[in-house]
């Protein structure tokens, strides 16, 4: 390896020492393929190298380390250019996390409050079940104290028609008894009644001067006797009604 490489190496180049190593500052400094100037040479063994300097080789290596510290540079450039565009990656990645977050947040808020509606949901149709069947055994309560009194009116009636034509038979009976025991005070009201008015008769024929024939009398007989027999059937009419 050359020299000058393993001087400089990989680390940043210092620019006073390859302002010395420049084969372009002067033309005393221009040498031949084979050519080993005595100050390289010195260099070179202060640098720790007993090999003699070649000077193609030497202008190799220096055009390399020009090479890779503007390569680096270009990097640095590069990454400089790219840093407001990261800069803004990273911005953009952030809100997209936040928004994330916030979606994710808001999910779950909406989960939560549906299970909340799903809760009172289900708490609100239980309560109206309960209301429902409530009213469902309020109905049939009612429904069943009306069958109760459907069914007291109908045997109420039926007691009804079972009772009324017996009291009204007892009634009939009552009513022909008392006509029976009334009969032999209406018979005898009636013949007092006939007895008054055939007194009167004769009695105002005395005082006509009228005389009373034995015909009269047998027509008075008879009118009575009739008058028995008419009562002793009416009796014998109600006996039997």
Same mark, same amino acid.
């Not at 510290?69 to 640095?76: E, S, Y």
């Not at 009172?120 to 309960?130: I, P």
């Not at 009552?174 to 009644?193: F, G, S, Y």
């Given at each position: 390896?050359?020299?000058?490489?393993?001087? %400089?190496?990989?680390?940043?180049?210092?620019?006073? @020492? /390859? =302002?010395?190593?420049?084969?372009?500052? #002067?033309?005393?400094?221009?040498?031949?393929?084979?050519?080993?100037?005595?100050?390289?040479?010195?260099?070179?063994?202060?640098?720790? #190298?007993? +090999?003699?300097?070649?000077?193609?080789?030497?202008?190799? =290596?220096?055009?390399? %380390?020009?090479?890779?510290?503007?390569?680096?540079?270009?990097?640095?450039? +590069?990454?400089?250019?790219?840093?407001?565009? /990261?800069?803004?990656? =990273?911005?953009?990645?952030?809100?997209?996390?936040?928004? /994330?977050?916030?979606?994710?947040?808001?999910? +779950?808020?909406?989960?939560?409050?549906?299970? @909340?509606?799903?809760?009172?949901?289900?708490?609100? /149709?239980?309560?109206?079940?309960?209301?429902?069947?409530?009213?469902?055994?309020?109905?049939?309560?009612?429904?069943? @104290? +009306?069958?109760?009194?459907?069914?007291a009116r109908v045997e109420q009636?039926?007691?009804?028609?079972?009772?009324?034509?017996?009291?009204? $038979?007892?009634?009939?009976?009552?009513?022909?008894?008392?006509?029976?025991?009334?009969?032999?005070?209406?018979?005898?009201?009636?013949?007092? $009644?006939?007895?008054?008015?055939?007194?009167?008769?004769?009695?105002?024929?005395?005082?006509a001067g009228l005389i009373t024939? #034995?015909?009269? %009398?047998?027509?008075?007989?008879?009118?009575?006797?009739?008058?028995?027999?008419?009562?002793h059937l009416n009796r014998e009419? %109600?006996?039997?009604?």
């Amino acid at each position: 390896m050359s020299p000058i490489l393993k001087y %400089v190496g990989e680390e940043p180049v210092d620019q006073e @020492k /390859l =302002d010395l190593m420049s084969l372009e500052e #002067s033309p005393e400094r221009q040498f031949g393929e084979n050519e080993e100037p005595e100050y390289i040479q010195q260099e070179a063994e202060e640098m720790g #190298s007993t +090999e003699p300097v070649n000077n193609h080789q030497l202008q190799q =290596d220096i055009e390399h %380390v020009f090479t890779e510290a503007a390569g680096r540079q270009g990097k640095a450039a +590069e990454s400089n250019a790219k840093e407001p565009q /990261l800069q803004q990656e =990273d911005e953009r990645a952030t809100t997209k996390h936040e928004q /994330l977050q916030s979606n994710k947040e808001q999910a +779950e808020q909406e989960q939560l409050r549906e299970a @909340k509606e799903r809760t009172f949901e289900e708490a609100q /149709l239980q309560y109206e079940a309960q209301q429902r069947t409530a009213e469902q055994q309020e109905q049939e309560q009612i429904l069943h @104290k +009306e069958q109760a009194r459907q069914a007291a009116r109908v045997e109420q009636e039926h007691l009804k028609q079972e009772t009324e034509p017996r009291a009204a $038979t007892e009634q009939e009976e009552q009513k022909h008894l008392q006509r029976e025991a009334k009969q032999p005070q209406i018979l005898h009201e009636e013949c007092a $009644t006939q007895a008054a008015a055939r007194a009167e008769q004769e009695q105002f024929q005395k005082e006509a001067g009228l005389i009373t024939t #034995s015909q009269q %009398v047998e027509e008075e007989r008879a009118l009575h006797k009739e008058q028995e027999k008419q009562a002793h059937l009416n009796r014998e009419e %109600v006996a039997a009604g």
